[in-house]
């Protein structure tokens, strides 16, 4: 079988190709490095099952060349800077809803299956428990806005057409890979700020939630969604189905109660004060649940951080 993973040099996408291609598949990676890098891919370039295409999901030529021979599509290029989206939304709907009516188009003259990536922030996240698919919709950032297009798109083509569709909804991700700047997510930004000697700094009091999801975890959950048949036409929710207080995920990180400043949260009323994933559809309909713990997570997202800033060194200490 022939896998297309869109944004597959991304976090998240890197991980999917090497979850598949383990598993035996051979897999083309379409991403046009926006947000990618190319060392997230590096170790698959010699495996003869993998194939990189540098392009854009918005080109529609580039799209039917591609397909060629696709079984799934994974969709998992998107615009994901929320801030940024607030600031200038005209990229991100351009990427996330025009980008996938491309790849819907596309897919639904040649049949191919298409798993779409979406996210936990098309909720409304007020909540005080935990999210299920039925839990209302409320996107409140055009980056949310335009992933919930997409997959009201995706869905349409499922009913109009009968397009396989599966639309994932992953929570907070975290772990190798990851960026660590402030673009980057909450654990990744508190190791490297570990690593770096700086102090740990919380927006507000600490005590807004995250259910936080290991990366490998989060791939195994989009391939299960992707070949398990009964998916096609849900929307499945993955989290860990448990989520920590951002004050206390700080000191399991640091382990220092002193190196953790609070500071004032620039956006106080946008803050989302409770996230956590109710897990039970996947569990029943994919099997399996998350099999890294958050320690564990956290230990080897640590080790990859501290790896990469140890190869750093060495290439600036080269450069002098
Ligand atoms: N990271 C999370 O916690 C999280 C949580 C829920 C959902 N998601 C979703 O998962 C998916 C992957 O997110 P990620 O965190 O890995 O982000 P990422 O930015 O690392 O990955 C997205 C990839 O898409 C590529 N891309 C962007 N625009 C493109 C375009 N026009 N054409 C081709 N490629 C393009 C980027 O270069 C990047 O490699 C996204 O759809 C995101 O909405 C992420």
Not at 71 to 78: E, R, S, V, W
Not at 126 to 145: D, F, R, V, W
Not at 230 to 248: F, L, P, Q, R, Y
Not at 305 to 313: G, L, V
Request: charged share 25%; glycine share 8%; with cysteine.
């Amino acid at each position: 079988m022939n896998v297309l993973v869109t944004g597959g040099s991304g976090f998240i996408g890197r991980w999917v190709v090497k979850k598949l291609l383990d598993a035996g598949y051979k897999v083309c990676v379409l991403d046009d490095l926006t947000n990618g890098r190319p060392e997230n891919i590096a170790e698959f370039k010699d495996n003869p099952d993998f194939e990189f295409v540098l392009g854009d999901i918005r080109d529609k030529n580039l799209l039917r060349e591609v397909f060629t021979d696709i079984d799934i599509c994974i969709h998992a290029a998107a615009a994901i800077n929320v801030q940024e989206s607030i600031d200038d939304p005209q990229r991100h709907y351009d990427v996330n809803v025009n980008g996938t009516f491309n790849i819907l188009e596309t897919a639904r003259k040649g049949d191919v299956k298409i798993v779409l990536i979406g996210t936990c922030m098309v909720y409304d996240l007020t909540a005080s428990k935990a999210i299920s698919e039925e839990h209302p919709l409320n996107p409140k950032s055009p980056y949310a806005g335009s992933k919930l297009a997409a997959e009201n798109l995706a869905l349409s083509y499922f009913h109009a057409y009968g397009l396989p569709v599966v639309i994932t909804r992953p929570f907070n991700t975290y772990g190798p890979y990851q960026k660590s700047d402030m673009e980057g997510g909450v654990v990744s930004i508190f190791i490297r700020s570990l690593l770096d000697g700086e102090t740990l700094k919380i927006f507000g009091d600490g005590t807004q939630t995250r259910d936080l999801l290991f990366v490998e975890d989060c791939a195994e959950f989009i391939v299960k969604a992707a070949f398990i048949e009964k998916a096609v036409g849900e929307v499945i929710n993955g989290g860990s189905g448990k989520d920590i207080a951002i004050k206390d995920l700080a000191v399991l990180v640091c382990k220092d109660a002193e190196r953790i400043r609070h500071i004032e949260h620039h956006h106080p009323q946008s803050e989302i004060p409770k996230l956590l994933c109710d897990y039970t559809k996947a569990k029943e309909m994919l099997g399996g649940m998350p099999k890294i713990s958050l320690v564990e997570g956290i230990k080897l997202t640590e080790k990859w951080i501290e790896n990469q800033k140890y190869e750093y060194e060495l290439h600036v200490e080269g450069t002098r």
